[in-house]
């Protein structure tokens, strides 16, 4: 019986982690092209108009308080579950991906809104939920964003510039 000895230690062993990372990379990227190119769907809403339904997911991950690594999926699109019958439909409007960020003297929410301007942003702050409402010819967009914490709208200032919407709290 021949025994085969695997020594994971040294220059070898990190060569050999390299590598299967590389191969995971490359099964990765093909997944993710497959994933992006089904990620738009296109349906009729019940008034017979045409829009095309858009689905995906990001993962955080980072420190959290505790100081453990806790990742954390957020799904965004226009595609959502009836509760009632389980069954998946296409909304008019899309729940944009954003990102909260927690700076020493402020909060920053960062959200992508393709093809909206300034002028086309709604905000309201009722305490720690930002309600972002946003609308352009057929591109529309709502989500409300859990805050770390209460914010006066006083203390609100926004800017938005090629779809990129940046909130700033304190």
Known sequence: MTEKKT???GIEGILRGLGDLVE???DLAETGEQLKRE???????????????VYGFTVKVGLGEDGESTPKVEPFGNIR????????????V??????????DAHVQVV???????????????????????AARGDK????EVLLPRSFAAEGMTYSCRNGILE????
């Open 7 to 9: 020594d994971s230690g």
């Open 24 to 26: 995971k990379l490359g």
């Open 39 to 53: 990620g738009v769907i296109e349906s009729k809403t019940s008034g017979g108009r045409e829009v095309k339904g």
């Open 81 to 92: 579950r009836d509760e009632e019958t389980g069954a998946s439909t296409v909304q008019e």
């Open 94 to 103: 899309t729940e944009p991906m954003v990102d909260v960020f927690e700076e």
């Open 111 to 133: 959200a992508e809104l393709p093809g909206i301007a300034d002028e086309d942003v709604q905000l309201q702050l009722h305490g720690d939920v930002l309600d972002i409402q």
């Open 140 to 143: 529309k967009y709502r989500k």
């Open 167 to 170: 909130v700033k709290l304190v």
